[in-house]
């Protein structure tokens, strides 16, 4: 089962910063913040994770409270082509072991709006 | 940099038909995992494999779905007989190691009418 909160939509203006928000208050010290999107009709696209520094890439920024229980994933500048689902997946990662899966939620619908 | 190769897009079958699906990993990724979405719903996994070996297929309903990866490489999902409920898009993935980043394909859309 999923172990993040999301609220189901939010709406966004074009060319503002979009804020998606995530709760994982049972997050594990192994475990690491991933973000996917998908959107429609293409599969899931990694956009960046984190275990409790905030990161920033070339697609967003992801901000992570000191107590690890909550993260918001920022797009600075939103455009069209970024209405999708964003899943927020907590998820152990390592080099050992076997079962590092990642199990998704329902996700956020962001609609971007001109 | 080549990512997930999957294969048919899309598929419509009968109830009660076979269908198979193919996979191409990004190069030089040893796991690779099938998932499969349903409309409304996020991916769920299938099942895993690291090189050629399953990880893990706890989620894969075996009387009717099958997946192999014998060369380490490429795999192939197959179902069989197919039912209704089977209409869904099936997600290859693929990682470098099992712990590392996971890179997903387009998807196979299936619908069994």
């Known amino acids: 089962d999923a172990k993040t909160t999301q609220p189901p939509s939010m709406d966004c203006a074009e060319g503002r910063a979009a804020n998606l928000p995530c709760n994982h208050s049972?997050?594990?010290?192994?475990?690491?913040v991933y973000w996917y999107r998908q959107i429609h009709s293409q599969g899931p696209q990694y956009i960046i994770h984190?275990?409790?520094n905030n990161e920033t890439n070339e697609m967003a920024s992801l901000i992570i409270t000191e107590d690890r229980k909550s993260s918001t994933l920022i797009l600075p500048h939103a455009t069209l082509r970024d209405t999708a689902v964003y899943y927020c997946?907590?998820?152990?990662?390592?080099?050992?072991?076997?079962?590092?899966?990642?199990?998704f939620g329902k996700g956020t619908l962001l609609t971007v709006n001109p | 940099e080549a990512g997930v190769a999957q294969s048919p897009r899309y598929k419509i079958i009968e109830k009660r038909q076979s269908v198979a699906f193919w996979c191409n990993p990004i190069?030089?990724?040893?796991?690779l995992y099938w998932y499969q979405q349903i409309l409304g719903q996020g991916p769920k996994l299938l099942i895993q494999?690291?090189?050629?070996?399953?990880?893990?297929d706890s989620q894969l309903p075996k009387d009717r779905f099958s997946a192999e990866r014998l060369k380490g490489v490429d795999s192939t999902l197959k179902i069989q007989p197919a039912k209704l409920e089977d209409s869904a898009v099936y997600l290859c993935?693929?990682?470098?190691?099992?712990?590392?980043?996971?890179?997903f394909g387009e998807g196979s859309w299936l619908t069994v009418v």
């Open positions: 993935a693929s990682s470098l190691y099992p712990g590392s980043t996971i890179y």
């Open positions: 049972t997050i594990s010290g192994n475990e690491y």
């Open positions: 984190g275990l409790k």
């Open positions: 997946i907590v998820r152990v990662v390592g080099s050992g072991g076997s079962n590092y899966k990642l199990t």
């Open positions: 190069s030089g990724h040893a796991t």
């Open positions: 494999f690291q090189n050629n070996g399953v990880v893990d």
